[in-house]
């Protein structure tokens, strides 16, 4: 794998910079309601040293009644702030997380017109398999500036992805296991109806990363895309269940170039809850 600080870097480049004044780590551990873990006591048990931590559910959009939605902009500068993450700083993001949820940060950020800024390959798993060091006290923060420029183009609404369903014109991508797609498995939240956005295609995110982890190599994860039915030529709109692994997409279609990306934020969780949106269910 080719480290780069603005997509994917791997254990040995973390490794090597970890005594850089300008790193900022930041763990993004999510996970699913239903799985029983606790991200935010699982990294006050063991950190990569040095590391913050990101709470998805709390730094989003509290006006919202969908799970998570990216924060406004002056609620990511006063966090990022507190947490001591400013301007001039490489970020690097991993989780412990079985739905990768690192790289949903990396878009936030990438959101927000930061662009010095990675997840781990392999996360906090790999991390630990190697023997490298963690630590279980938080790290001394100190208020850093910081500067946003929210990218819109980055980010879908509901009204655009129908548009998009409607024209054909995007390709939009669903991270989501293939029973969720295709509507014959239940969702995990309740009230939601079961199938997918007309016109979609569907990746799961699982099929873009390697046994142990890590994201497959630039040939692989086109081969990935294109295998799914994906045009590259087309603009792209990720999506999923609640805007966190679509975001592994989103960092997928960035490893191979293809800059022309959005996220639908809403996903599933509110596509699937009004019934005056159309649905299909079975294969693309």
């Not at 490298?132 to 208020?143: F, L, S």
């Not at 086109?222 to 805007?243: N, Y």
Request: hydrophobic content about 40%; charged content about 25%; aromatic content about 6%.
């Amino acid at each position: 794998m080719q480290d780069d600080p603005r997509t994917l870097v791997s254990t040995d480049w973390l490794a090597a910079h970890l005594g850089d004044p300008d790193l900022r780590i930041i763990d993004a551990s999510w996970h699913m309601p239903a799985s029983g873990r606790d991200a935010r006591a699982e990294y006050d048990g063991a950190h990569i040293t040095g590391a913050r931590f990101f709470d998805i559910d709390a730094i989003s959009d509290r006006r919202s009644a969908l799970p998570h939605m990216a924060p406004p902009p002056e609620m990511f500068i006063s966090r990022m702030r507190a947490m001591g993450v400013g301007d001039g700083h490489q970020v690097v993001i991993y989780d412990n997380s079985d739905v990768h949820s690192a790289a949903r940060v990396w878009w936030t950020f990438r959101l927000m017109g930061k662009k010095d800024v990675a997840v781990l390959d392999g996360g906090l798993p790999k991390w630990l398999a190697e023997g490298r060091p963690t630590e279980d006290m938080p790290p001394v923060m100190r208020d850093r500036h910081i500067t946003v420029q929210r990218q819109a183009g980055l980010v879908r609404d509901v009204t655009q992805v129908a548009s998009a369903s409607k024209l054909r014109d995007h390709e939009i991508i669903d991270a989501r296991a293939p029973g969720r797609f295709r509507g014959e498995a239940d969702e995990p939240r309740p009230g939601m109806r079961s199938g997918h956005i007309p016109g979609s295609r569907n990746l799961p995110f699982a099929r873009l990363l390697n046994d142990d982890g890590t994201m497959k190599d630039e040939g692989a994860l086109r081969a990935a895309f294109e295998d799914a039915g994906v045009d590259l030529s087309k603009p792209a709109i990720t999506t999923c269940g609640s805007g966190v692994t679509a975001a592994i997409l989103s960092l997928a279609l960035e490893r191979i170039g293809h800059r022309n990306h959005s996220l639908y934020d809403g996903s599933w969780s509110e596509w699937g809850s009004f019934a005056d949106l159309n649905i299909a269910t079975g294969d693309a």
